[in-house]
Every structure is written in structure tokens, then in C-alpha cells.
């Protein structure tokens, strides 16, 4: 038997084709019990699905990548910086900065008080598509425009960077300047 035409052009390829292989390859071999699995629901695990035609997730642009985000919190600026930089180099693609204080922060939290994101972020790029996202509580606005000075310290096009300062004025415990009662009311 000559190759199948999918194995050189794969517009050809039909499920037939693919399962005639199978069978081939499995030498009379029972094609659920080889190549079928279930998960301890319960459910079955097959060796190949159909192309979906699912609409994409909604929030997230069609064909754009997870973002593998890495919680930093660490205390000591300095080994925080090299689990930054660890965890980029180990897949992480986007950093989520925690400061003490933060609905998120667990007790723990970067030490963001001082002026001390340059030496947080040495050696991360952040124009090479590193997300970065503050969870930052009652400090977020002071935190966001920090962090955008070290964007325009670092001499990166704001453009080329993927930034969430994730700003929440409830956080804050104060009403935003100008909420006055609604602020009280919607707590």
C-alpha cells in the first residue's frame, strides 16, 4: 500500500483514511481497549476528535494565546526578582504582582512601598510580551503609575507591552473622589 495522500497534504485527510491506518497499525487489535481511555468520572477519552466548530471563548480574542500567569509576592525584592525571572524562563508568560494589602495577598506581598519595581523587574523585558497584572489593593493608582514609569525608564513603547494595572477603586476602602454616597450604598 503506498502512503495516504494526508500524509503529504493534510486537506486530504478524512477520518476513514486516518482509521484505515489504525487498523492497519493495531494488526487486528481491539481499537477501543488500545487506544481509548477514561477518566475516573468516567469519561471517554478518544485518540482524535473532529475539528470544533465551537464560536471562541468569549473575553479572549480568537487565536491568541493562554497567558501563563505567575503570582510574585515575595518579600525579599531581590528573590522575588529570580522567581521572576525563573518562572519566565521556565514558561511563565505574564507576572502577577501582589502587594501587602491586596484582596489577594495571603499575608504576603512585594515590597512596593519604596520606589523598588527597577530592581523587581531587572532583566524582564517587558516589550517581549510579558503580561504583567497588579493586585495591588488600596495602592493600585499609586502602584500603576510606577510601574508606568519603569515602561518609560525601561525605554518600551507602551504599545509593545501587555499591562493590566487591574485598578478596583473599592478596594481602596474610601470612595473615588466624587462618588460620595453611592460609594457607601454600593458596599
Not at 493495531?26 to 477519552?45: N, P, Q
Not at 476528535?49 to 480568537?62: H, L, M, N, Q
Request: proline letters at 7%.
Amino acid at each position: 500500500m503506498t502512503d495516504p495522500d494526508f500524509l503529504h497534504d493534510a486537506s486530504t485527510a478524512t477520518e476513514a483514511a486516518w482509521r484505515a491506518l489504525v487498523d492497519k497499525a493495531l494488526k487486528g487489535g481491539d481499537f477501543e481497549r488500545v487506544l481509548t481511555s477514561r477518566t475516573a468520572e468516567g469519561i471517554r477519552i478518544q485518540p482524535l476528535y473532529p475539528k470544533s466548530d465551537a464560536a471562541p471563548v468569549a473575553g479572549r480574542p480568537a487565536a491568541t494565546p493562554w497567558v501563563v500567569m505567575q503570582r510574585l509576592d515575595h518579600p525579599d525584592i531581590h528573590a522575588a526578582n529570580a522567581q521572576a525571572l525563573d518562572d519566565l524562563e521556565g514558561g511563565a508568560s505574564g507576572l502577577a504582582l501582589v502587594a501587602p494589602g491586596a484582596v489577594g495577598d495571603y499575608g504576603f506581598g512585594l515590597p512596593v512601598a519604596d520606589d523598588r519595581l527597577a530592581d523587581l523587574l531587572k532583566g524582564v523585558h517587558l516589550d517581549w510580551g510579558v503580561a504583567v497584572t497588579l493586585d495591588a489593593g488600596p495602592i493600585g493608582a499609586d502602584l500603576a503609575l510606577r510601574l508606568a514609569g519603569e515602561v518609560r525608564r525601561q525605554a518600551v513603547d507602551p504599545a509593545r507591552t501587555a499591562i493590566d494595572f487591574a485598578i478596583d477603586p473599592f478596594a481602596a476602602g474610601a470612595p473615588p473622589a466624587g462618588w460620595g454616597d453611592d460609594f457607601t450604598q454600593a458596599v
